[in-house]
Structures are given as structure tokens and as C-alpha cells.
């Protein structure tokens, strides 16, 4: 329930946000359902995953939606500016991809080197949003460096937290917008 009252968040904040014109990136593809949105908002959706079976999941995925408009990239978000250098907004699902294996998630030290790379790089009026969980251990290092690093970008961003306050290690959402 918390977890969906989060995504209802992060969806309804895309919806608002993206057009048929924007080219957008999904860093953390999973199972692909974030990606079906972002290719149903927008012109264009690159994804990236670690796991082959993420991407071949979010094949069939759209697939099935027969959606045409993305591209899938076995790869880790790293270098993700290798393979696109005009963006709207990057989209990353932080963790592990549920029903899996759990040891293949993301970490600190690649999602610290991504958003480094993404902050020197972003246009006025782009933005990252980033869910975080904080519910296991790798989880808390990865959430707090996360908090960490946005605290501190310079005015020409605004970084925005939208959290469940009563439960404890509740997943949150980071927000990142380049301003105009
Ligand atoms: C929580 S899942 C994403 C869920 C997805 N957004 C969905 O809608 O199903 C996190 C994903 O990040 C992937 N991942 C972990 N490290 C990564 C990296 N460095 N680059 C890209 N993907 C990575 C995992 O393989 C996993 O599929």
C-alpha cells in the first residue's frame, strides 16, 4: 500500500510533466512498467538494465503493448550519456527488481556516479526523480547518499523530498529539477 501511494506520486508527477515531444530515460527498466508509461507520455524512452531478463521482460512487456518508441540497453546507467545526450527527465527505480535476485540491485557507488555525471550535464527545465528504499541495508547507505548529494546542489536546481512520515524506512521520493 505505502509502496503504491508512492508510485501513484511518481506517476502523477510524470503525467504532469512529460509530453509527446520529450525524449526521456529509464534508468532501472526492471520489470518495464515504468517504461510502458514513459513510451505511452513521451516521443521516446531509452532503458537500462543490468539483467538481461529485465530487458527481456520489458520486451515483451511492450511488446504485448505494441509500443515501438524505445530503445533497451544492457548496460548499467553509468553510461547512460554514452547512448543519449538530450534528455527530458532520467527515471530511476532504486533496489532490486522484485521476484528476483535480490543480490543484483543497485548500489551507492553506481547511482552516486550517475547522478554526479547527470547534474553536470542536465538543461534548464529537465529533471530526475528517483525512488528510494530504504527498507534493507544496502538500501539505507544507497537513500542516505542520495539525500546527501541533493542537499547540497546549487541554486540552479530545486530538490524536493516527498516521504511517508508515520512509518519508519518507508520508500520516498527524490526529485531533482534543473531550473529554467
Ligand atoms: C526496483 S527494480 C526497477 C523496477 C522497474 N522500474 C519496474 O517498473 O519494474 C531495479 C532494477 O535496477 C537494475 N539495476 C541495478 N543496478 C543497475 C545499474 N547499475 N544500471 C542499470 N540498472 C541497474 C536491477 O537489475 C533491477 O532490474
Not at 504532469?16 to 527498466?29: E, F, P, Q, R, Y
Not at 553506481?110 to 547527470?118: A, P, R
Amino acid at each position: 500500500m505505502r509502496v503504491n501511494q508512492i508510485r501513484d506520486f511518481v506517476i502523477s508527477y510524470l503525467v504532469n510533466h512529460l509530453t509527446k515531444d520529450d525524449v526521456v530515460i529509464d534508468a532501472t527498466i526492471g520489470n518495464g512498467h515504468d517504461t510502458l508509461l514513459l513510451a505511452d507520455l513521451c516521443k521516446y524512452v531509452y532503458g537500462f538494465d543490468v539483467q538481461q531478463q529485465a530487458l527481456d521482460t520489458t520486451q515483451t512487456l511492450l511488446n504485448n503493448h505494441q509500443v515501438s518508441n524505445f530503445k533497451l540497453i544492457h548496460d548499467s546507467h553509468e553510461n547512460m550519456i554514452n547512448y543519449v545526450k538530450d534528455f527530458k527527465a532520467v527515471i530511476f527505480n532504486l533496489g532490486y527488481l522484485p521476484n528476483s535476485n535480490k543480490e543484483i540491485k543497485t548500489t551507492k557507488d553506481s547511482t552516486m556516479n550517475t547522478l554526479n555525471t547527470l547534474v553536470g550535464v542536465m538543461k534548464p527545465d529537465t529533471f530526475i526523480i528517483i525512488t528510494c528504499y530504504p527498507g534493507h541495508d544496502e538500501g539505507i547507505i544507497e537513500s542516505e547518499a542520495v539525500i546527501k548529494f541533493v542537499s547540497h546542489l546549487d541554486n540552479s536546481f530545486t530538490t524536493l523530498k516527498y516521504d511517508v512520515l508515520n512509518k519508519n524506512k518507508s520508500p520516498f521520493v527524490i526529485l531533482i529539477e534543473k531550473n529554467h
